[in-house]
């Protein structure tokens, strides 16, 4: 790359590595594979750095770029590795309504991993259905039967069946 793209590159990555950070955590629910999550799609993006930076929206780009590594990332096999030496202690709940974060966030976690970028983007990033389908690479209908499908289960985990049966 000559240095001019690389400084480009540099200072994109500086200013939108606390909003990759965030979106890697609420779609992996942890701080490390966040890290990691974002790590690989920065590498990505430098080695694909010249046509990225052309694209008309890099910020939606780089947000696809992330979000399929993430959805993609299951169908690896050794993702399915697990190296503990004994198994990890849930997280302590900490004072002050967190505890409800993370009840919805252990929610989450049980859902498919489609499901899961798609509840994310839709309602944390508030992007329109067919953002989300162009995101994912997948039909608006997709999106929509993954929103319906993802949110019911999600009622029924946290204990509101009523709810639950209305979609």
Request: hydrophobic share 40%; proline share 5%; charged share 25%.
């Amino acid at each position: 790359m000559p240095d001019g793209a690389d400084q480009e590159y540099i200072e994109y990555v500086t200013a939108r590595i606390p909003a990759l950070r965030r979106l890697a955590y609420l779609l992996s629910g942890d701080e490390h594979r966040a890290d990691d999550l974002v790590q690989q799609t920065i590498t990505t993006l430098y080695l694909k750095w010249r046509r990225a930076s052309a694209a008309d929206h890099l910020d939606a780009y780089v947000r696809t770029m992330l979000v399929r590594t993430y959805v993609d990332e299951r169908r690896l096999a050794w993702a399915r590795v697990r190296l503990f030496r004994h198994a990890p202690e849930p997280p302590p709940l900490e004072p002050g309504g967190v505890e409800e974060r993370q009840v919805v966030r252990a929610a989450l976690a049980r859902l498919p991993r489609r499901q899961q970028a798609v509840l994310v983007l839709r309602f944390f990033y508030d992007l329109s259905v067919d953002d989300v389908a162009t995101t994912l690479g997948c039909s608006t209908g997709t999106v929509k039967s993954h929103t319906s499908r993802g949110l019911s289960t999600l009622r029924r985990l946290l204990g509101e069946p009523e709810l639950a049966v209305m979609n």
